[in-house]
Structures are given as structure tokens and as C-alpha cells.
T-cell receptor, first 120, second 109 residues
Framework: QLQLQESGPGLVKPSETLSLTCTVS??????????WGWIRQPPGKGLEWIGN???????YYNPSLKSRVTISVDTSENQFSLKLSSVTAADTAVYYC????????????WGQGTLITVSS | QSALTQPRSVSGSPGQSVSISCTGT?????????VSWYQQHPGKAPKTMIY???KRPSGVPDRFSGSKSGNTASLTISGLQAEDEADYYC?????????FGGGTKLTVL
């Protein structure tokens, strides 16, 4: 059974860089069938797609966040990561990692989510 | 890019049918058959109920169905059950990125 687990600091200071890692277990991140993505949800609000990455390193980002986001993949560790720079309180959210089929809108596995709070 | 437009709330009684609309543009919903619907209970991760407009993942009851016409996609839930009460989000491919709807709260009366 595939599992995704987000990890990272729960608190980030304004203007700093938020860094999260998603560790994939029970399957290989190097499969050509999937993209690996990040989605966030501010408290009490809706879902927002941040971006995703293919095992080869090809990545795609939400245009509204593109200038601040970097997603990378480490196939040797079976992990992928998110970096969001110059954070503000508006970046406070539950951050989810997920697996999406290539060539489809099916997202079949999600992490449990991790709350990241931006505050001094 | 703008979020897809969903009604903020819908409601129905057990056994009834409800539909939730998701309106986008010719750049997203209208151009691709890559629309998905997610169910989210409080404090839980989203769960995919419909993908590629009308396909159901394994394990999702056939009470859930999806469709699309032009720039608007719809999720229909028939035979409403108490456990269907949740937030529902649509999502569409938009060329190089994905865009979500604002979410709809379904209340089972």
C-alpha cells in the first residue's frame, strides 16, 4: 500500500523560506506513470494547487505562486520537496502531498497533510 | 488564474439527488476532459470521487456521477446518505497547471 508522509517545521517566520518534504513508501517515485504534487488549504478555506513534478525533474507550477515556488525530486531517497520563499501569513495552511496519474486527472494517494503556520 | 466557480452550499434529504456545478472557462473546463471531484470531511485529506469528468475510482459508489457540458462540469449524488455530508471540490486542468473550485458544502438534512 502506497503511503505519502509530509515532514517539515510547523512554524516559519515571515519573509523566510518554507521547506517541506514528502516521503513515498510502498512504491517507487521513479515510475513513469505519475506526477508528484503539492496542494495546500488555508484554515477554513478551499484547496489550492501549488505544483507538481515528474520523476525526471520536469515541474509545473501555479502561475500565481510560480515566482516563489520550487519543487524538486530525489529519486535515491524516494522523496520530493517543496520550497516556498518570502512567506507571509497568507501562506499559513495545511500542505498536502499527493500522487497524480500522468495523462489523467486521477489523484489516487494523498498524504495526511501538515499544518504550516507563518508567524514571528 | 481564477478559481472555478461552485455554489457555496447545497442540501438535500436522505434518498434524494443533488447536483453541484463547477463553472470554468474555455481555457480549463471547456478545453480538457480532465475534471475531477474531491470529497473532504472535516480534518481529513481530500478523497477523489470522480476523475476525467465521469470516471469513478475503485471503491467509490455508483451513486456518484460526473458530467460536463461546455465550460461547466457537474457532480451528481443520488440516493443521498448521511455520510455524504462533506465539502466537495472540483478541479480542472488548465494547460500547464491545475485549478480548483472554491468548494461546496453539502448538507444532508
Amino acid at each position: 500500500q502506497l503511503q505519502l508522509q509530509e515532514s517539515g517545521p510547523g512554524l516559519v517566520k515571515p519573509s523566510e523560506t518554507l521547506s517541506l518534504t514528502c516521503t513515498v513508501s510502498g512504491g517507487s517515485i521513479s515510475s513513469s506513470s505519475y506526477y508528484w504534487g503539492w496542494i495546500r488549504q488555508p484554515p477554513g478555506k478551499g484547496l489550492e494547487w501549488i505544483g507538481n513534478i515528474y520523476y525526471s525533474g520536469t515541474s509545473y507550477y501555479n502561475p500565481s505562486l510560480k515566482s516563489r515556488v520550487t519543487i524538486s525530486v530525489d529519486t535515491s531517497e524516494n522523496q520530493f520537496s517543496l520550497k516556498l520563499s518570502s512567506v507571509t501569513a497568507a501562506d499559513t495552511a495545511v500542505y498536502y502531498c499527493a500522487r497524480q496519474y500522468s495523462g489523467s486527472s486521477l489523484t489516487d494517494y494523498w498524504g495526511q497533510g501538515t499544518l504550516i503556520t507563518v508567524s514571528s | 488564474q481564477s478559481a472555478l466557480t461552485q455554489p457555496r452550499s447545497v442540501s438535500g434529504s436522505p434518498g434524494q439527488s443533488v447536483s453541484i456545478s463547477c463553472t470554468g472557462t474555455s481555457s480549463d473546463v471547456g478545453s480538457y476532459n480532465y475534471v475531477s471531484w474531491y470529497q473532504q470531511h472535516p480534518g481529513k485529506a481530500p478523497k477523489t470521487m470522480i476523475y476525467d469528468v465521469s470516471k469513478r475510482p475503485s471503491g467509490v459508489p455508483d451513486r456518484f456521477s460526473g458530467s460536463k457540458s461546455g465550460n461547466t462540469a457537474s457532480l451528481t449524488i443520488s440516493g443521498l446518505q448521511a455520510e455524504d455530508e462533506a465539502d466537495y471540490y472540483c478541479c480542472s486542468f488548465a494547460g500547464t497547471f491545475w485549478v480548483f473550485g472554491g468548494g461546496t458544502k453539502l448538507t444532508v438534512l
